[in-house]
């Protein structure tokens, strides 16, 4: 699945934007700075495939790559900047919700979530929106190479806690560096196991 070139399609910034929902479609969501972009970098091959939309104000597209003929993968723009006025973060809210709950297609969402910092009440209200849209859903744990593996742990409980209410939830979590590319291939695998 990955062994293609994965190309951009197209940013969509509202509900008729969409393309066809006519193949297996993953999307990854995270806090503005998680290590969003260059995990999509890393999973595809690319150096600069998924440009970092992380300017306040700027556009809040979602972002459609293709994988093969067979896949989308989907980067939603990301949250919880300090800085993003509220009719901006407001209409992302709302394409959000639109697209969440409206893509029959869309297999799992990849939540990703900083191992330094674990899970944060932003981040519990995309879960929350999950279970509502009734999205499965998986944590994937960014930039594990900035933590010492006992500090790990200690996150991993944490985020294991938090996801304790959420239905939606997977229990699995995938813990990943980008830059020393531990877990991409498990990353991978799973997306390319859905069916
Ligand atoms: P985005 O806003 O979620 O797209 O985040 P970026 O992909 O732009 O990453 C934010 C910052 O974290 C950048 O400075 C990246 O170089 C850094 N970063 C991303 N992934 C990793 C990782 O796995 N390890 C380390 N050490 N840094 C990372």
Not at 126 to 139: M, W
Request: hydrophobic fraction near 45%; charge should be positive; proline fraction near 5%.
């Amino acid at each position: 699945l990955f062994a293609g070139r994965t190309e951009f399609l197209k940013g969509v910034v509202a509900m008729p934007g969409l393309p066809p929902a006519d193949r297996i479609e993953v999307c990854f969501a995270g806090r503005s700075n998680v290590g969003k972009s260059t995990l999509i970098n890393a999973l595809t091959g690319h150096k600069a495939l998924a440009r970092a939309s992380n300017t306040p104000g700027r556009t809040q597209e979602i972002n459609f790559f293709t994988l093969q003929e067979s896949h989308y993968l989907v980067d939603l723009p990301g949250y919880g900047f300090a800085k993003a006025p509220v009719a901006v973060v407001e209409k992302w809210q709302k394409l959000l919700k639109a697209y969440l709950s409206g893509r029959a297609t869309l297999r799992r969402a990849f939540v990703l979530i900083d191992a330094r910092h674990g899970v944060k009440s932003v981040d519990e209200e995309i879960l929350t929106l999950l279970d509502k849209a009734a999205v499965p859903f998986q944590v994937v744990m960014t930039k594990a190479d900035k933590v010492k593996a006992a500090e790990l742990d200690k996150v991993l409980t944490q985020v294991r806690g938090k996801l304790q209410p959420h239905p939606a939830a997977y229990p699995e979590l995938l813990v990943t560096s980008s830059d020393k590319g531990e877990g991409i291939e498990a990353l991978r695998a799973t997306i390319a196991g859905l069916d």
